[in-house]
């Protein structure tokens, strides 16, 4: 379904381009750092790790930013004009995407960061699964594929390629920064894995608001439930609400954990109605902002292990 707000942007920033001489992007040039656009916080970190100061990026979807729904800017369509290399998720996180690359008019280069990563399928369709086991659900593509850190390294990987490829003279560089980057996050898989090793199995478990840690349960094996799928743009339902609580209750889910991206109100319910203690913030679709505790990807995904350590290991079940 077309997003409306989305429709009414683009239209808006068409106005803006038309209006604007795209001399003003001359400036940009000058500095002779790749321009590269990056379409939410956790790229753009990654971006900045692997690009150090030969690039220049302007992320569209910052921190604390819902991708899921977000409206592109008329700064967004010109940053798209001046870049040579966009970087996308992918596997349609950013619905938004294609009409703000049409709009702008942009020559650039578009990598998707998930390429060559095995997407999971998921089934947004809680109600219908209530109404009894139909075989075939509307699958598609979980878009948060970086919440697996063996992921992660496939993002880096192709950004890394992207950056060689917009920038051959850059190569070198590009490759000793991901190198490192690689390395440091082998090792934070280590500490992810170690901490989950922590809580006893029968713990690991908890609630999110939205589906955005598939990646997670799979590679690190807590089980994470959600009321609202694996996009923010439809509403949970009151009766996925009124399952969740049940099962908060049946199975003995020890925490519910806020998200930075989506509205407290509904976990704050489900912690209400259920007992279940609400947990921490979790940082699921992007990043804090740069002061915040989690300004990186790496900080992130340590802000979160450790959120999830201590709201599932203590406390009565
Ligand atoms: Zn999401």
């Known amino acids: 379904m077309p997003n409306r707000r989305a429709l009414v942007a683009g239209l808006a920033f068409g106005f803006a381009a038309a209006a604007t001489p795209f001399g003003a992007f001359a400036q940009d040039s000058a500095q002779a750092k790749l321009p590269v656009v990056a379409s939410f916080s956790i790229l753009g970190d990654f971006a900045r790790q692997i690009g150090g100061d030969r690039i220049s990026v302007t992320t569209l979807v910052g921190p604390d930013g819902d991708a899921h729904v977000y409206s592109p800017t008329p700064g967004d369509a010109k940053a798209m004009a001046g870049a040579k290399l966009v970087l996308v998720n992918g596997l349609h996180f950013e619905g938004w995407l294609p009409r703000l690359v049409k709009s702008s008019g942009t020559k650039a280069t578009l990598a998707e960061a998930t390429k060559g990563i095995t997407p999971l399928e998921v089934d947004d ?3 219908d699964k209530d109404k009894g086991g139909h075989a075939h659900a509307h699958g598609h593509d979980d878009p948060h594929a970086w919440q697996s850190i063996a992921n992660a390294k496939v993002y880096v990987a192709n950004i890394r390629d992207a950056l060689s490829a917009a920038d051959p003279a850059g190569k070198a560089s590009y490759e000793a920064n991901a190198t490192a980057y690689l390395a440091e996050l082998d090792r934070l ?7 989950i090793a922590r809580i006893p199995a029968e713990r690991r478990k908890a609630i999110t608001t939205h589906d955005a840690f598939g990646y997670f349960v799979k590679a690190y094996g807590v089980a994470f439930i959600a009321p609202q799928g694996v996009s923010t743009e439809a509403e949970a339902s009151a009766r996925d609400v009124a399952r969740i609580i049940r099962q908060v209750k049946a199975q003995k889910i020890p925490a519910v954990f806020l998200e930075n991206v989506t509205n407290p109100r509904l976990v704050e ?3 209400r109605e259920s007992g ?5 913030r979790l940082y699921s679709d992007a990043l804090s902002a740069a002061t915040g505790p989690a300004g990186t990807y790496i900080r992130m995904m340590k802000h979160n292990i450790s959120e999830i350590e201590k709201a599932l ?3 009565p079940a």
């Not at 898989?189 to 901490?195: I, L």
């Not at 279940?276 to 921490?280: D, E, I, L, N, Q």
């Open 125 to 127: 369709d809680h109600d």
């Open 189 to 195: 898989e280590g500490e992810v894995k170690a901490a």
């Open 313 to 315: 290991t203590a406390g």
């Open 276 to 280: 279940a203690k609400v947990g921490g």
């Open 269 to 271: 319910q489900i912690a």
